[in-house]
């Protein structure tokens, strides 16, 4: 069975300042790593006269591809906290720069661990993050008198309705976990008599946005 998973939905920046280095934290949603690679090489041409471009990136919805690199910051300092941020938020498909401009002053090891992380947290903040969960698309046709009775169902099960049809009958279209698929339908055919023809699509995955509007996944 399929589990839900941390994504960014919709990328942002953030940005600290420490002893006068300015640490600026991209974040962007990614699918691969080509695409990766890519927004690297952008980010380092927008940011050319930058002294440090590090990054770091996790890919797959069990985090198979991670990479980091320092991008000549001191070993271990810039890469690696910058993807132990990540991999703590348990985020996936996400790909995160910080930009480094040199303020003139040498922070040390921990000073920098300490700016890379901070900035990092800085740029999940400046983002929305969303849980990406997989459910049953499911099709219910029943009549006038059955819809109040599907309606009360779904908002006391906490299932999402995508959209009710009427015509000379009504269809309701709803996300449905996999786990609750047996329960809801068995739920349906009590208040209904049986009456009621539940039709499984296939599965689909959605998130709950920020407005509390959900957002369907179209099939990669």
């Known amino acids: 069975m399929a589990s839900a998973y941390k994504i960014v939905y919709k990328g942002g920046t953030g940005e600290i300042?420490?002893?006068?280095?300015?640490?600026?934290?991209?974040?962007?949603?990614?699918?691969?790593?080509?695409?990766?690679l890519s927004i690297i090489e952008q980010t380092k041409k927008k940011y050319w006269d930058?002294?440090?471009?590090?990054?770091?990136?996790i890919i797959g919805?069990?985090?198979?591809?991670?990479?980091?690199s320092d991008d000549g910051e001191p070993q271990g300092t810039a890469g690696?906290?910058?993807l132990d941020v990540i991999a703590g938020e348990k985020l996936c498909n996400v790909l995160v720069i910080v930009t480094r401009y040199f303020g003139g002053t040498l922070l040390g090891t921990g000073g920098l661990v300490r700016a890379y992380s901070q900035s990092v947290r800085a740029g999940i903040d400046a983002s929305q993050i969303v849980l990406k969960s997989p459910a049953r698309e499911v099709h219910i046709y029943t009549d006038y008198n059955g819809a109040g009775k599907?309606?009360?169902?779904?908002?006391?099960?906490?299932i999402n309705v995508l959209d009710t049809i009427y015509t000379d009958k009504v269809e309701m279209i709803a996300l449905v976990p996999e786990d609750m698929y047996?329960?809801?339908?068995?739920?349906?055919?009590?208040?209904?008599s049986a009456s009621a023809l539940m039709e499984?699509?296939?599965?689909?995955?959605?998130?709950?946005?920020a407005d509390k509007s959900v957002h369907v996944f179209s099939e990669d």
């Open 80 to 82: 690696r906290p910058m």
């Open 182 to 192: 047996g329960t809801i339908e068995s739920k349906v055919n009590e208040a209904t």
């Open 150 to 158: 599907l309606q009360y169902i779904m908002s006391t099960n906490d």
């Open 50 to 57: 930058a002294r440090h471009n590090c990054y770091a990136y």
């Open 17 to 36: 300042v420490e002893k006068k280095s300015r640490f600026i934290a991209n974040v962007f949603p990614v699918t691969d790593e080509e695409e990766a």
């Open 61 to 68: 919805e069990d985090g198979r591809y991670q990479r980091c």
């Open 200 to 209: 499984d699509a296939g599965e689909i995955w959605y998130a709950i946005l």
